[in-house]
């Protein structure tokens, strides 16, 4: 082509570009749903294994295994059925079984609910209503407590029964009773997952409700995917097949932290502890599989280091370790590393979240000494997650590390509304409200210093709870300490710190006040001190400080 027409051709070129709004993109498009995950799992890591512990035996699976059972039962739930947008729950323990569930019901365009075995009978009748569960999968030995309110939640057609059906066992009227072994041996295990649209309702969870009824909230198939591939990053626990990962946290608990969905997809060894998340139990879950991630609240890691060291337990192999559900002290932090030589680090997030909000992992070389300031300090926000502080007149603060307000966030794995509860106070122009105080870094840190309701209001002037109960943690005799604010005529309030001691401890208030002296500035001192053996917990296992509160308010009385 002549110099002259080339010239022609790429000024028109150049026009073409210029009248053009935009480049349309390339690349195919298919819907991040579950049944994706799971079929990669399922052709990738044939291999690896579910192991799940009885209590006596560990007994090992695997993927492919599971995976059939899955298909199994996905046709034996359509056989059933159950259509697209119904809900399934399940009220089991951590089984092989469940995870064939976590695949199974959302694969077929179902909904996966899952019920907090912890919660009493009324709030569970309460949830199983709200969600309008269809069918219920329920363990042999959970029967009496699905029994205690099937009879209230006339949605309920089914009941499919994991184990032996206890001889005598009432039925519920109405309600047709299956068993999970024989609907899923007669079903043949579906051949082709249903298309699903990546927005529809896959997982459905509700708050622990400790102010007021529970609320669900409604994962969608792509802010599973996208949290799946989020907490496998390097940001964040990097999951791959050279791990074996023991979740000592309830698969009903936000998904199980969406462990099991990422050990799946990298293939990745899973743990199922069943109901046993005793120390004993779960030291010789590490003993037989040699689990090298492991996620716990900070109660089980306590009990489960103080075995460990007793009964010379070998945690070295946990090259990340995990504590979530409720702040993790410095205290708690130090004592493992010391004791049992591994590196205890937080993450943080909640039911609205998927629930990963924040990790913990001290930056690149961070000295030794530095450590455990980095890990108890909230964390680092994962990708995909935005945040803000916002005031009490609403005005969104600087991310320096000083201005404090609350924090909010926002991204896909952040939910927008509560099922059918539109509750706009937790909700402010797009961003959902936490309900936690504290400040961002200008690094993307964030440090939460207290709840917005726990924050202690005396003399006009704020105590934070928790940083008061971290430095109460710090004595040796402490085992367990929770601070509330209770009335005061003269301040309006003061800090109640209610203990737990280690059994032989010889400790008193003035003990602990002497040794608050220098750490906490004066006027932050506790003037009431409670001694008790017990401090009461939340379903998912969070200190229930509105439990302290109504016995302190019925004491006052």
Request: with cysteine; aromatic share 6%; hydrophobic share 45%.
């Amino acid at each position: 082509m002549p110099a002259v027409l080339l010239h022609q051709a790429a000024k028109a070129a150049i026009g073409c570009r210029k009248e053009a709004t935009s480049v349309r993109a390339t690349m195919q498009r298919y819907p991040l749903a579950i049944s994706d995950l799971f079929r990669h799992g399922e052709l990738v890591h044939p291999d690896a294994s579910v192991i799940e512990y009885t209590g006596e035996a560990v007994l090992r699976r695997t993927f492919a295994e599971v995976a059939v059972e899955s298909r199994r039962l996905a046709s034996a739930l359509a056989a059933l059925g159950v259509q697209a947008g119904d809900v399934v729950a399940t009220l089991c323990w951590n089984t092989s079984h469940h995870v064939a569930a976590y695949f199974a019901v959302p694969g077929i365009g179902a909904v996966l609910h899952t019920l907090n075995l912890r919660l009493h009978s009324a709030q569970l009748a309460f949830i199983a209503r709200h969600a309008a569960d269809h069918v219920v999968v329920v363990d042999a030995d959970l029967l009496p407590l699905l029994h205690q309110f099937l009879g209230e939640v006339p949605s309920v057609k089914h009941v499919v029964v994991v184990g032996d059906m206890p001889a005598g066992q009432p039925k519920c009227a109405g309600v047709e009773y299956h068993s999970y072994r024989a609907l899923v041996a007669s079903s043949s295990p579906l051949q082709t997952w249903p298309h699903v649209e990546e927005d529809q309702a896959a997982v459905l969870c509700y708050t622990s409700g400790t102010t007021g009824d529970p609320k669900g909230v409604a994962y969608s198939h792509r802010s599973i995917y996208l949290h799946t591939l989020m907490v496998s990053t390097g940001s964040a626990y990097c999951f791959s097949d050279s791990d074996c990962v023991l979740p000592a946290v309830p698969m009903f608990h936000v998904n199980c932290w969406g462990w099991v969905h990422a050990a799946w997809l990298a293939g990745a060894d899973l743990v199922m502890t069943g109901r046993y998340l005793q120390p004993s139990h779960l030291a010789i879950m590490i003993n037989e599989t040699g689990p090298t991630i492991m996620g716990a609240v900070p109660t089980i890691w306590s009990q489960l280091s103080r075995h460990a060291r007793a009964e010379g337990v070998d945690l070295t192999g946990l090259r990340v370790a995990i504590s979530g559900g409720s702040a993790l002290s410095p205290a708690l932090a130090r004592e493992v590393e010391r004791n049992n030589g591994f590196r205890l680090t937080q993450a943080w997030g909640m039911t609205e979240t998927s629930p990963l909000l924040t990790y913990a992992r001290p930056p690149a070389g961070t000295p030794a000494d530095e450590a455990v300031a980095w890990t108890t300090r909230t964390g680092r926000l994962m990708p995909g997650i935005r945040a803000r502080i916002v005031d009490e007149n609403e005005v969104v603060l600087p991310q320096d590390g000083v201005s404090r307000g609350e924090l909010e966030v926002a991204g896909n794995t952040v939910t927008g509304a509560y099922l059918g509860n539109p509750d706009p106070g937790k909700f402010r122009d797009g961003w959902l409200r936490t309900g936690d105080v504290g400040v961002i870094h200008p690094d993307g840190w964030v440090e939460l210093q207290d709840r917005l309701k726990d924050v202690i209001k005396s003399g006009g002037e704020w105590i934070s709870s928790v940083e008061l109960e971290n430095v109460i943690a710090e004595h040796p005799a402490v085992r367990e300490v929770a601070v509330i604010g209770v009335p005061d005529p003269k301040w309006e309030e003061r800090p109640l710190a209610v203990v737990v001691t280690a059994p032989d401890a010889d400790v008193t208030a003035d003990d602990l006040k002497a040794f608050l002296r220098g750490r906490v500035a004066k006027w932050w001192i506790p003037d009431r001190w409670e001694f008790t053996p017990q401090i009461p917990r939340t379903s998912v296992g969070k200190l229930d400080k509105n439990a302290l509160r109504a016995a302190a308010r019925t004491r006052a009385d």
